[in-house]
């Protein structure tokens, strides 16, 4: 057969390939296209107020906000890694962006936002998701419960103070988001809730807040157009700073976010396609005037609990927000605040973790779990950096996970019959936290002149627990006795043929054996941890 011809057979495989992604691709049915836009309709819906909030946090024209929600939702529902999250522009930025705008004004933020997303696509391109395995579960339970409490706080500066008209809508709002559910699944119930309390406001002509009194709402389509900033030192000595942080803090509560969602569906999600992703995005929402965004949990709980389970919610999300905020600008305008504040309560109290703080679960759980657990929200609440808690959870759950393992090393030693040897065995890791427990676990004064320490069950996971090991050695020398290391095997024995003043013998015979062939009587059997 010559070289340009192939079997029927050879070709079969790229023939069904191609009628699969050319011929027939697979769309999606009709029923999972309404759920999927009505999702996303409910979503922008809620992602009004809350942008120009955020934007009044940040300092900028609500626009600035808006347009960003629009540009990172339609694009990263191209480029993200999870379908049905939702990425705008989240209160956790415009906290951190804050200051440079007061200080250096719109123009430097919108710098920052185009560097924050070339960061951002490196990370995303070096794998910086990887880093996603260092957080703990308690962590992630702790921004869980924080974001909660974050969410229902939010929403209580638009109702506490106000006229009973407001408690009366939000009761109204709650009760229908719990009843719908049980008449039908055909429309999402955010969305019936924010008609019929719309239609209410308007029949009865209550005076309550609206979306509209929150912030002038655009009246034109976002312009692309470069930062009017001067492109030198200076410039990148100004916005470095904050470049850095809004970065740590955009792929943290990305990542964590589209953790909870996998938990949520029951699915999984490329990290580093997400990372980078979102870098994209952000470049996009930088060069259109937008404010550097990330996923909001919020909102993403909303679509997600809306019926969102694709891409296409996300981008419906951001396409209906632009429809909503400049065509139908006065239409959303007369929409009550208590209609989405009845929505992001029933979402703070979906997302709150509760079996984490059932009497239950506290008993069963190490306090060591609990306490990183209260520490994270106690940090997160107060600060609203989600960065700050996470960190704090991180660095504790090291300090309690480092203590309890330093604990688990273990020093037994047995005489041998003549008693002129005596043969420790140690087991368990030996590194930084555990090297002067070690160090004090041997008899030097006592013991005969020669000792074996048996480390085939021991681990020598760093330079300080090498050390500890020839502090032991010289001690003993000290007192005249030899001392002999044996059964180190892997790492063990790599680590100590490197930094090891003299290296241990090879496990050879095996590692046991010194101690298991020891026949005869014994002085008894001592532990030490």
Not at 76 to 88: L, Q
Not at 255 to 269: G, K, W, Y
Not at 350 to 363: G, K
Not at 441 to 462: G, K, M, N, T, W
Request: proline content about 7%.
């Amino acid at each position: 057969m010559s070289l340009n011809q192939s079997s029927p057979t050879a070709r079969r495989p790229l023939v069904a390939w191609a009628r699969r992604r050319l011929v027939r691709p697979a769309w999606p049915g009709l029923r999972v296209v309404r759920v999927e836009l009505l999702a996303g309709l409910v979503t922008a819906l809620a992602l009004i107020p809350e942008t120009i909030s955020f934007s009044v946090v940040a300092g900028v024209d609500p626009k600035v906000g808006l347009f960003a929600s629009f540009t990172i939702s339609v694009v990263i529902a191209v480029t993200g890694g999870r379908p049905a999250m939702i990425s705008a522009a989240a209160g956790s930025m415009a906290l951190v962006a804050a200051p440079l705008v007061r200080e250096h004004g719109l123009q430097y933020l919108l710098a920052t936002t185009i560097c924050v997303g070339v960061t951002m696509f490196v990370l995303g391109q070096l794998g910086v998701a990887r880093l996603m395995r260092f957080v703990p579960r308690t962590v992630m339970i702790g921004f869980v419960n924080a974001l909660a409490i974050l969410i229902f706080t939010a929403q209580m500066p638009h109702v506490i103070g106000e006229s009973p008209a407001v408690y009366l809508l939000v009761g109204a709002g709650l009760a229908l988001l719990l009843t719908v559910p049980r008449l039908t699944r055909a429309v999402p119930p955010p969305l019936v809730a924010v008609v019929l309390l719309t239609l209410t406001a308007v029949m009865f002509d209550l005076s309550v807040p609206t979306v509209g009194d929150e912030g002038s709402l655009p009246g034109s389509l976002p312009v692309p157009g470069l930062p009017s900033v001067p492109m030198n030192w200076e410039t990148l000595r100004i916005i470095a700073p904050y470049v850095a942080t809004l970065t740590a803090v955009g792929l943290l509560e990305t990542l964590l976010t589209a953790q909870i969602v996998d938990r949520m569906t029951d699915t999984s999600h490329d990290a580093n396609r997400e990372a980078w992703g979102l870098g994209a995005a952000n470049i996009v929402n930088g060069f259109f005037g937008g404010m550097a965004g990330c996923a909001m949990i919020g909102q993403t709980m909303v679509n997600v609990s809306s019926g969102g389970r694709t891409r296409l919610s996300t981008f419906a999300a951001g396409a209906f927000l632009l429809l909503l905020v400049v065509p139908l600008r006065d239409v959303v305008g007369v929409i009550p605040m208590s209609a989405l504040v009845a929505v992001m309560i029933l979402v703070s109290v979906m997302t709150f973790e509760w079996r984490s703080v059932a009497p239950a679960t506290l008993r069963r759980m190490p306090r060591s779990e609990t306490l990183v657990m209260v520490a994270t929200v106690a940090v997160v609440v107060p600060t609203h950096n989600l960065a700050y808690g996470v960190l704090v959870g991180v660095v504790l759950s090291a300090l309690l996970f480092t203590r309890r393992v330093a604990h688990l090393t273990e020093v037994t030693s047995v005489l041998d019959p003549e008693g002129g040897e005596r043969i420790y065995a140690v087991s368990g890791p030996i590194f930084f936290a555990s090297s002067n427990d070690l160090v004090t676990a041997f008899d030097y004064a006592h013991d005969p002149a020669r000792i074996v320490i048996d480390l085939s069950e021991a681990q020598v996971l760093d330079s300080a627990g090498v050390a500890a090991l020839d502090d032991v050695r010289q001690k003993f020398s000290d007192r005249g006795a030899t001392v002999r290391f044996a059964g180190a095997t892997g790492g063990t024995a790599a680590m100590l043929s490197r930094l090891s003043t003299s290296a241990a013998e090879p496990a050879a015979p095996p590692p046991s054996a010194s101690v298991e062939e020891t026949p005869g009587q014994t002085d008894g059997t001592s532990a030490h941890k």
